[in-house]
C-alpha cells in the first residue's frame, strides 16, 4: 500500500511546488513507483512535468467532482516510475461546487484509495491555501511535508497551517501524522539564511528535516523545459539535494534499498 504524503503550506513562494515535482521525480529514479497528485488550481506541476493544463480532459478535479475513476485521469511520464493526475483551472470552483456534496472533506481519500496500492508513493501538490481542496488533501494523506523558506518572514503562518493540521487529526484524519519541516530556498551567503535555519533546527529539532533545499538556478529554470531538475541537471545541487530529501524519507519509512 502507498504512503500519501501531502506538500502544504498556505504561504506562497515556498518551494512547494517545486519540492513536489523534485521529490516524486527522485523517488521515481530510485525505482519508487511514484504518483505526483496536482492539487493546486494553478496547475504547475502539470505544466512542470511538461502537459499542457489548457488540454487536461480529466484530471483531479473530474475526479473528485464528478467521480470520474483516477485511472483513466492519470497520465504517463518520461520517467518510467513516475506518474501524475493533473489539474486545471476549473478546480478554482471545486470549493463551491463540493459545497453540497455529501463527505465533502473526503472526496480526494475516495480518490485514491481506488490506486492507492498501484503506488510505493503518492505525492499530493496542495494549494497555497488553507481552504477545502487543502483540507481535502490533508485528510487523504498519512502524512505532510512543510516547506519554510530560509527569509525573514518563514516562520509567519506556520502556526496557523500546525493548528489545521490538529484540527484535522482530530476530526478528519487521526493518522495524519507531520513527516517534517523542509526549509527551502536557503543561500549560505546570508546571515538571515542561516539565522532562518538555526531557529527552525532549534524550534523544530525533532520533525526538520536534516536536508535543506538550497536557492538554485537549474531548480528555478527547469519548470520552463517541463521537466524536474534531475532530468534537467542530474548534477545541480538541487538535484542533488531533492535526492538526499528522497533517501532521508526513505530512511524514515525503512524503504531503503
Known amino acids: 500500500m502507498g504512503k500519501i504524503i501531502a506538500i502544504a503550506n498556505q504561504k506562497g513562494g515556498v518551494g512547494k511546488t517545486t ?15 511514484t504518483l505526483l497528485v496536482d492539487a493546486d488550481p494553478q496547475a504547475n506541476s502539470t505544466s512542470g512535468l511538461g502537459l499542457d493544463p489548457k488540454t487536461i480532459k480529466a484530471g483531479i478535479y473530474e475526479c473528485m467532482v464528478d467521480g470520474v475513476d483516477a485511472r483513466s485521469a492519470i497520465a504517463q511520464n518520461d520517467l518510467k516510475f513516475l506518474h501524475i493526475l493533473p489539474s486545471h483551472i476549473d ?15 473526503e472526496r480526494m481519500r475516495d480518490t485514491l484509495e481506488t490506486i492507492r496500492n498501484d503506488y510505493d508513493f503518492i505525492i499530493i501538490d496542495c494549494s497555497p491555501s488553507l ?26 503562518g506556520l502556526g496557523k497551517l500546525l493548528n489545521t493540521i490538529k484540527i484535522i487529526q482530530t476530526r478528519l484524519n487521526p493518522k495524519l501524522e507531520i513527516e517534517g519541516i523542509l526549509l527551502t530556498l536557503y543561500d549560505s551567503r546570508t546571515s538571515l539564511g542561516n539565522q532562518v535555519v538555526q531557529e527552525v533546527k532549534t524550534h523544530f529539532k525533532n520533525i526538520a528535516f536534516n536536508t535543506i533545499i538550497p536557492r538554485n538556478v537549474k531548480l528555478s529554470e527547469s519548470p520552463s523545459f517541463g521537466l524536474p531538475v534531475i532530468v534537467h541537471d542530474a548534477e545541480s545541487k538541487g538535484a542533488v539535494s531533492y535526492l538526499n530529501l528522497a533517501h532521508e524519507i526513505l530512511n524514515k519509512n525503512g524503504l531503503s534499498k
Do not use: H, W
Open 19 to 33: 519540492s513536489a515535482i523534485n521529490l516524486a521525480a527522485s523517488l521515481a529514479v530510485l525505482e519508487y513507483k
Open 91 to 105: 478546480l478554482v470552483g471545486a470549493e463551491v461546487e463540493m459545497v453540497n456534496i455529501e463527505r465533502r472533506e
Open 131 to 156: 481552504g477545502l481542496i487543502t483540507i481535502n488533501s490533508l485528510t487523504a494523506a498519512d502524512s505532510v511535508i512543510i516547506p519554510v523558506q530560509c527569509e525573514y518572514f518563514a516562520l509567519e
